[in-house]
């Protein structure tokens, strides 16, 4: 770009990184809604297909409106895949610790995807020019669609006609329960969120970071958050009642690190704390997503599009304000402000979680009893269903 646009440049970077999560936020409402209605393969496939031509554009832009609307592009691939897909992983693994243990591992890649970005960005980018990453990707979609279309064929989930009717996803987000569980991933996301667009420049300005130092920052925290899920998946097996407390130490975790990141003053200093960023973050999240598929169990029906649409939408506030709001923070007031606040914000929301203490007490709703076993069985779904609760 020209070097007048220069002054603008970490404002234009900023809502480009920010307008996917945006568009995200806008969508899930929508693509929650609409999982409940089909199933959950087709949007995934829709899903998938969306973010193959997002990653295509990216390969081909020449300029930044393109750049804007392939970036917008995956808000809405992601809207649908992201939900759609842990929607049906706690749709096909309805009992515990399986559906910890099938989601962790779906957080586990989610991890490692978002954490070897940067180092596998910048490897494609020097050896294979700037087309390479995305094509690669690209691949990568492609290849998902089509093991999907091998393994759960959209046009033979005939059983999906008979899947009752989901809550709204207003009336979710009414639910106290759930609200409590979607500030607890928003709260603990906003270190991460607010980090990954501020951390390089700080780096660069208070140690000299190099360029790898600042490319490989995340990376060794993938070892942490494995551990973390792992962890929790085997603490919850066995003592599946102290959900909310796994959580509350994720939080607290959270909160210690990220008050932590500025004291730190060379490389391997600050991927201590960020490494126990991304082990709380585990915790959290694999705590407190199978949470939300069984309040959704006990509270109301067994359909769990628009309740992971409500998760989703809890990470893409984060991430939608992450870019745009943590480099006017961190101008104003500086950058240990900002992770203090932070830091502070995650220690006051865990002692919240205490309101999910007796969720795992819980019995099935009115509601739901009355769908499954008093009207008596209307299809497929029903019948299986009735027959399990009997047994």
């Known amino acids: 770009y020209p070097s007048a646009a220069g002054d ?3 404002v234009r970077i900023g809502m480009l990184f920010a307008s996917k999560a945006i568009l995200q936020l806008l969508v899930n409402p929508l693509s929650g809604t609409l999982i409940d209605r089909v199933g959950y393969e087709v949007p995934l496939l ?3 297909a969306v973010l193959f031509l997002s990653t295509i554009t990216f390969a081909f832009a020449e300029n930044y409106a393109t750049l804007v609307a392939a970036r917008s592009l995956q808000g809405l691939g992601s809207a649908f895949a992201d939900t759609a897909g842990i929607a049906l992983i706690a749709d096909r693994y309805a009992e515990e610790p399986a559906r910890s243990r099938a989601l962790g591992t779906a957080l586990a890649c989610i991890s490692f995807g ?5 180092p596998f960005g910048g490897v494609l980018y020097e050896f294979a020019g700037r087309r390479g990453p995305f094509l690669v990707l690209a691949c990568v979609c492609l290849l998902d669609g089509l093991l999907l279309l091998a393994l759960a064929p959209p046009w033979v989930a005939g059983a999906r006609a008979n899947m009752p009717v989901g809550t709204p996803i207003h009336r979710l987000m009414l639910d ?5 569980v979607a500030g607890a991933l ?3 996301n906003i270190p991460l969120a607010f980090l990954e667009p501020t951390i390089a420049n700080w780096m660069e300005a208070t140690m000299g970071a190099s360029e790898w130092e600042v490319g490989l920052t995340w990376l060794p925290a993938f070892f942490p958050h494995v551990l973390g899920v792992y962890l929790t998946v085997r603490l919850a097996a066995a003592y599946p009642h102290l959900q909310w407390f796994y959580g509350a130490l994720g939080m607290a975790i959270i909160g210690a690190s990220s008050c932590l990141v500025p004291a730190c003053r060379n490389f391997g200093q600050v991927i201590i704390p960020l490494c126990g960023i991304c082990f709380g ?3 959290v999240d694999t705590a407190l997503l199978p949470t939300l598929a069984f309040l959704v169990d006990v509270r109301h029906v067994s359909v769990y599009g628009s309740v992971y649409a409500i998760a989703d939408i809890s990470y893409s506030v984060a991430y939608a304000l ?3 709001v943590a480099g006017q923070i961190v101008h104003t007031m500086g950058f240990a402000q900002l992770n203090l606040g932070m830091g502070l914000a995650n220690v006051l929301y865990a002692p919240v979680l205490l309101l999910l203490k007796n969720v795992c007490q ?5 509601s739901e009893r009355n769908i499954l076993l008093e009207e008596g069985p209307k299809g497929l779904y029903d019948t299986i269903k009735m027959e399990e609760r009997k047994g």
């Open 322 to 324: 992450g870019p745009i």
């Open 186 to 188: 928003t709260t603990c």
């Open 46 to 48: 829709t899903g998938l």
């Open 281 to 283: 973050i585990a915790l």
């Open 176 to 180: 106290p329960y759930i609200a409590v």
């Open 362 to 366: 819980m019995k099935p709703s009115h």
């Open 114 to 118: 978002s954490l070897a970005a940067p």
């Open 8 to 10: 603008n440049e970490d």
